[in-house]
C-alpha cells in the first residue's frame, strides 16, 4: 500500500490546514490508520488515530483543535487542523496498520505555522 500525503504548508498561527493522506489501496479493511508528526531531531508522536470500527484518538496536544477522518470510498485519510500554533510545526505522516498488523507510512509533508 502507497500513502501520499499532501496539504502541508506554511500558515499563520491561529490558521488551519486540511492534511490528506490518498492510499493506493483500499483502506476499508486497514485496522487503524492515523497521522504522526516528527521535528528534525525529535522521535515521531502519534497526532490521531482511527480505525475501522470509527474509535478515534487524539494526542492531548491537538485535543480540541484537531479533527481526524476517514473517506473509505475514496481511499483517503483526512486532518482538519484548526487554531494552529507554532509548537505545531512538524513533519506530519500518515500511517497504515492493516489486519496482518503490517504497517505502512507515507513520505510526510511539511507543516509551518509562523507566529
Known amino acids: 500500500v502507497q500513502l501520499v500525503e499532501s496539504g502541508g504548508g506554511l500558515v499563520q498561527a491561529g490558521g488551519s490546514l486540511r492534511l490528506s493522506c490518498a492510499a493506493s489501496e483500499s483502506i476499508f479493511n486497514m485496522y487503524r490508520m492515523g497521522w504522526y508528526r516528527q521535528a528534525p531531531g525529535n522521535q515521531r508522536e502519534l497526532v490521531a488515530t482511527i480505525t475501522s470500527g470509527g474509535s478515534i484518538n487524539y494526542a492531548d496536544s491537538v485535543k480540541g483543535r484537531f479533527t481526524i477522518s476517514r473517506d473509505n470510498a475514496k481511499n483517503t485519510l483526512y486532518l482538519q487542523m484548526n487554531s494552529l500554533v507554532p509548537e505545531d510545526t512538524n513533519v506530519y505522516y500518515c500511517?497504515?496498520?492493516?489486519?496482518?498488523?503490517?504497517?505502512?507510512w507515507g513520505q510526510g509533508t511539511q507543516v509551518t505555522v509562523s507566529s
Open positions: 500511517h497504515a496498520l492493516d489486519p496482518r498488523f503490517h504497517n505502512y
